[in-house]
């Protein structure tokens, strides 16, 4: 038997980033309004026999009491349930959701059950972090995969013990009262940026006239309300022209590594220096050769079967290739294809470049 192990090979991602124009509401929130997180236990039924075994004590006591609250006593000791698992569902509900709205609800398994596939979520009330009732979620669950399970093999895609139920919860109270006629409102990035928050200002005061915005920090813009729009009613207005005006968000040169995937993204603002680079990959060549060991006739031995293991190492040939240096995200492409390396290796390549202060941009390790 022999096993190839070859270092360095995932797969590599290259993201263009490029500086446009973009909305207000594109890139920060007008006067955000607080989302409220909610969480609640229930029961998924309808399984097809991939729910919770007898370990899972805490199903059998839901079911119990779930039936008693239909008039039917089980004693627990003679509940054996197979279609049924115990789940966690989780919801987040925007700021400005009123009562009657739909929201989306994950639904993960707590217990043993090998799959969701197919189940149904029963009526569960979802709670806050203090303690009171937004929602109640209930409907089948969409899980993206499946599981099969015969004669002690399994065949499994993707993963099974959580679904999605889009839309399953209902409100049942207003999360905000909506948006107060104040004097002045706060404009919040979805990233910090000292410029793209004073660019906010610069496009409001253009807009709506000299002194009306100043960014407070590098993540808010303070925009007073004009009189004639601080009536009842006339906010939402202001707010709808605030959030379409126009500006050019600045992004910072920078490049995430995903070391468990292999993944690479590259700025749009990110420059090489001139530079000159070897790289070479380790190869591991590792062969496993059954020997068998006869007894001598008559001596009452036994049959020996031992692995007879060669390893072998190497590494491939590599030149120095030198950069001229790279000014645009296309010619940081061009130059790390030109080294005919692996994803692994432009890894590699990107930390050294970094230490070596070739690299202007952010190196981020995920």
């Not at 192990?5 to 309004?33: G, N």
């Not at 109640?136 to 499994?156: D, F, Y």
């Not at 006339?234 to 126009?246: G, M, N, P």
């Not at 290739?321 to 692996?342: E, F, I, P, R």
Request: zero cysteines.
């Amino acid at each position: 038997m022999k096993f190839v192990l070859t270092v360095f090979t995932m797969s590599f991602l290259l993201a263009v980033s490029l500086a446009s124009a973009a909305r207000i509401k594109d890139v920060a929130s007008v006067q955000p309004a607080r989302g409220v997180q909610l969480i609640g236990y229930g029961l998924v039924a309808g399984l097809n026999g991939s729910g919770d075994t007898q370990r899972s004590t805490f199903t059998l006591q839901s079911v119990s009491s779930m039936l008693k609250r239909f008039g039917i006593t089980v004693p627990q000791a003679d509940l054996r349930l197979r279609n049924v698992a115990a789940v966690m569902v989780t919801a987040t509900i925007s700021g400005y959701a009123k009562e009657g709205t739909s929201a989306d609800v994950i639904v993960s398994s707590m217990g043993d059950a090998t799959s969701l596939q197919g189940g149904t979520l029963l009526l569960t009330p979802l709670s806050g972090a203090e303690g009171s009732v937004y929602a109640m979620a209930q409907g089948p669950l969409s899980v993206g995969g499946m599981s099969v399970r015969a004669n002690g093999s399994e065949i499994r895609r993707n993963h099974t013990a959580a679904g999605r139920i889009p839309g399953g919860a209902l409100l049942d109270k207003s999360v905000t009262s909506g948006v107060r006629p104040d004097s002045a409102i706060t404009v919040v990035l979805f990233q910090g940026d000292y410029t793209t928050a004073s660019r906010i200002a610069e496009a409001v005061n253009a807009k709506i006239g000299a002194g009306t915005a100043r960014a407070l920090d590098g993540s808010s813009v303070r925009i007073a309300v004009p009189a004639p729009f601080q009536a009842d009613g006339k906010i939402v207005d202001f707010i709808s022209t605030i959030e379409l005006l126009e500006v050019n968000p600045d992004v910072v040169a920078r490049v995430i590594v995903n070391e468990r995937t292999g993944t690479v993204v590259v700025g749009g603002n990110v420059s090489i220096l001139p530079v000159a680079i070897s790289h070479g990959s380790l190869n591991i060549d590792i062969e496993s050769v059954p020997v068998v060991s006869q007894p001598n006739p008559f001596s009452q031995g036994q049959t020996v079967v031992s692995q007879m293991t060669t390893v072998a190492a190497g590494e491939d040939t590599a030149s120095v290739v030198a950069l001229n240096g790279a000014a645009t995200v296309q010619d940081v492409a061009k130059a790390l294809n030109s080294l005919k390396v692996a994803p692994r290796d432009i890894i590699a390549i990107f930390q050294a470049l970094k230490e070596a202060g070739a690299l202007k941009a952010e190196l981020v390790i995920i």
